[in-house]
């Protein structure tokens, strides 16, 4: 069987999507799970772009055993020093140097001809060899770069020791039978091909990603880069869930596969998307919630005949389970405990009397606990952010003809007690108001949004806030059967991420 390597960018170009923006304990999270998932390489970031994440590259780096880590680099001596330094501790390293080789590029970025880029990037793999082993070469903008001059590019990187060039489609700018004819091009023509591998990295600008990649592979494409819900720059990147379903399903037409652990997708697509904020659409391909719903009676009637009439791949496939036990007031701590098992998670004694405590308040508010707030109350209680201040109670005003106000407790680390009131717009405005003037910090709000975790009247939300400060941004989330009781909870872990962050870069600067 052909292996087809799986790159996945999620902690590096997926945090580039606008509003998105993980701390190192995200990260990590997420780089547990991309390993479990079986993804041969996780690029964690790009080290010279800020202090921050370079420490945040270090952390994964060091916490990785089964993946080779990458770190992002342009082609500069000082951002090479600053993957060394990230990727210090790794089991098994990896630099990804980058040069922009399209006309349009050179002319109005670089500023440089084509013997300027080839001298570039040359000097660059002759610095990075020096301390990497394995190198990845990217020509960026390589889909709307001259086929002869990316050759010529190709070869001096696989002269100068890369291990892999990447062929980017940067703008999302090619459709699939140009870009598959990339790779055939480069495996004729280009000498020494043999000795690396060819990797394709796509943009959806257009909705082809994923039709290009699979073009790709079809050209000879060794490894596929991508993310997690093909989030990222602009219109995204690659769903590498796409990808992997696809090898999988049309094996008797592509001849190959990942080493993908499939039944973890379903679990990592939902962490990825409750870390970033970035909510998956219900007709998203193999992740979204309608993937395997069917409402059309001429489809049900197919499906309980034969459920191949309708479905191409089962749910459990990508490990979605149908639920066997229900879990209501009345549960006990082990049904429970059986519950997060069969779900994939295992939690010590302490988080799971967190979890437990937390369920059995929901139960006393909702007739039947679903899969869905199971997972909310888990995988929030799964982020372990330092509480500078925890939301105790919250009482709201509101009349159709009065001014909404707002009344908060909060309790700090020290365990001192705030109360404020305010007024406010509306009762979300008069409680980020409250809790303003208690917290005493000067924010924006950036973003907020709200969303159903669960069905029916009783169901919880789960509300997203970003918060900037002085060009700063982060994200928060809160959980509750009550809108406005969720809307404090994300504001207020907003607060603390804030606060968080301003820490940890005032400890690096010092």
């Known amino acids: ?68 880590v990458i770190g992002l680099s342009r082609s500069r001596t000082q951002d090479i020093d600053a993957v060394r330094e990230a990727l210090q501790g790794a089991e098994d390293p990896c630099i990804h140097l980058f040069l922009a080789t399209s006309p349009i590029h050179r002319k109005y970025k670089l500023k440089m001809d084509k013997d300027q880029v080839l001298e570039t990037a040359q000097a660059a793999l002759r610095y990075a060899r020096k301390y990497f082993s394995k190198i990845e070469f990217s020509c960026e903008d390589a889909g709307r770069t001259e086929l002869d001059f990316l050759c010529e590019m190709t070869a001096m990187a696989i002269r100068e020791g890369a291990s892999v060039v990447n062929i980017p489609d940067t703008v999302g ?49 060794d490894q596929i880069e991508g993310t997690i819900n093909g989030i990222g720059e602009r219109a995204g990147n690659t769903a590498l869930e796409e990808v992997a379903l696809a090898l999988e399903t049309r094996f ?15 679990r990592t697509s939902r962490l990825v998307s409750r870390l970033t904020g970035m909510v998956v659409p219900g007709n998203k ?31 459990e496939t990508i490990g979605l389970k149908e639920s066997k036990l229900v879990l209501g007031k009345h549960s006990g701590r082990h049904a429970f405990r059986e519950k997060l098992l069969d779900m994939g998670y295992t939690l ?107 069905h ?24 509750s059967t009550d809108i406005l009781e969720a809307s404090a909870r994300a504001y207020v872990d907003a607060l603390n991420r804030l606060i968080e962050k301003r820490n940890s870069n005032s400890a690096i600067r010092a």
């Open 1 to 68: 069987m052909r292996k087809i390597y799986i790159f996945d960018t999620t902690l590096r170009d997926g945090e580039q999507s606008p509003g998105v923006n993980l701390n190192t304990r995200e990260k990590l999270e997420i780089a547990y799970q991309l390993e479990k998932l079986g993804v041969d390489r996780i690029e964690a970031g790009f080290p010279a772009a800020s202090p921050g994440d370079l420490a945040a590259v270090n952390a994964v780096a060091r916490a990785v055993k089964k993946s080779t």
């Open 173 to 221: 700018y090619l459709y699939p039978e140009e870009y598959g004819n990339i790779f055939r091009t480069l495996k004729e023509k280009v000498p020494g091909i043999e000795k690396i591998q060819l990797s394709a990295h796509c943009h959806d600008d257009l909705g082809l990603a994923t039709a290009n990649s699979l073009a790709a592979i079809l050209g000879g494409a």
């Open 252 to 266: 008797d037409f592509f001849g190959a596969k990942t080493s993908l652990e499939l039944t973890e997708i379903a």
């Open 285 to 315: 391909a193999i992740v979204g919630a309608n993937a395997f719903a069917h409402e059309s009676g001429i489809h049900q009637d197919g499906m309980l005949k034969e459920k191949t009439t309708y479905e191409i791949m089962s749910p």
């Open 348 to 454: 010590d004694d302490e988080r799971l009397n967190e979890a437990f405590a937390k369920f059995k308040a929901l139960a006393d508010k909702k007739k039947e606990v679903t899969d869905e707030d199971l997972l909310a109350i888990v995988e929030l209680k799964l982020i372990d952010t330092p509480e500078e201040f925890r939301l105790e109670t919250i009482f709201v005003s509101y009349g159709n003809e009065a001014t909404p106000a707002a009344k908060i407790r909060l309790v700090t680390l020290a365990g001192d007690i705030i109360e404020k009131e305010a007024e406010g717009n509306g009762s979300v405005d008069a409680i980020y108001n409250a809790i303003d003037l208690a917290s005493g910090e000067e924010v924006k709000l950036a973003d907020y949004s709200i969303k159903s975790v669960s």
């Open 456 to 479: 029916g009247k009783d169901a919880q939300g789960e509300v997203h806030v970003v918060l900037t400060q002085n060009g700063v941004s982060v994200q928060g989330r809160g959980v």
